[in-house]
């Protein structure tokens, strides 16, 4: 079973990490309105970064632009140095799975089945399912805790629960680009961190590459390597989280009197609100 395996993409011992994503020069749009402008963004192998801001300010349109969902009206999204548009749909599918905000699943389906559907890209005509597919996909589900809901019915799940199976199924499918889209939204607290204790574990364990959106500041900082912060489509600010989560960048960027102190627990910078500005 290599599927669940570190990944094997990265750079020689020494090396700076290879660029395993990349916007250029990227401007996106929905028809005339546009949403992103002129937005250069290089992901490196073995990276956790979140990517942050105020509503509507274009996060998740980045996102589906890197996971080959929307085609820039500008500009270039690259998969390992080659344009992601002219790179095919399985072989993108191989390396690069994307987790939509409220990602559905069909009534009834269930976590066993939809967690096999994380293989579908690696099958074709002459490569059937096999041994080797269902050895897989038990361990994506041993390893999310979610093996003995495998018989359950996604849509009877709990939020955190629906969400790890989510996260099973993107195991199941090998890729080493993980890209999430608000994964904790509509969970509690607790839940909120359950399921970015285990994406850090993806990153951390199994070497996974990983780009989330995220709305909370301090949980973003906590779990995250690198913070991009975007406003009005345009990336203001990237780096650590020390670097970004400025008292300056929260008024910017975020229209927010706040002090940032540091979390007790990790020692990252943690946001304490004041009052909204303007």
Known sequence: MTALTSPS?????????????????????????????????????????????????????LLRALGRLLRPTEGTVLLDGRAITATPTREVAKVLGLLPQTPLAPEG????????RGR??????????????????TEALTWTDMAEHADAPVDALSGG????????????????LLLLDEPTTYLDLAHQVDVLELIGRLHTERGRT??????????AARYAERLVAMKDGVLVASGTPREVLTEQLLADVFELEARVVPDPVSGTPMVVPVRRLR
């Open 9 to 61: 993409a990265g750079t020689s011992t020494g090396a700076a990490p290879a660029v395993r994503l990349a916007a250029d020069g990227v401007r996106l749009a929905y028809g005339e309105k546009v949403v992103v402008e002129q937005l250069d963004l290089g992901l490196t192998d073995g990276s956790f970064t979140a990517i942050v801001g105020p509503n509507g300010c274009g996060k998740s349109t």
């Open 120 to 137: 579908h890209p690696h099958q074709t005509w002459l490569r059937q399912w096999s041994s080797d597919d269902e050895a897989i996909v």
């Open 109 to 116: 389906l269930t976590v066993a089945d939809l967690v096999a």
């Open 210 to 219: 990983v780009v989330v959106v995220l709305h909370d500041l301090n949980l």
């Open 161 to 176: 629960q629906r969400q790890r199976a989510w996260i099973s199924m993107a195991l199941a499918q090998g890729t080493d």
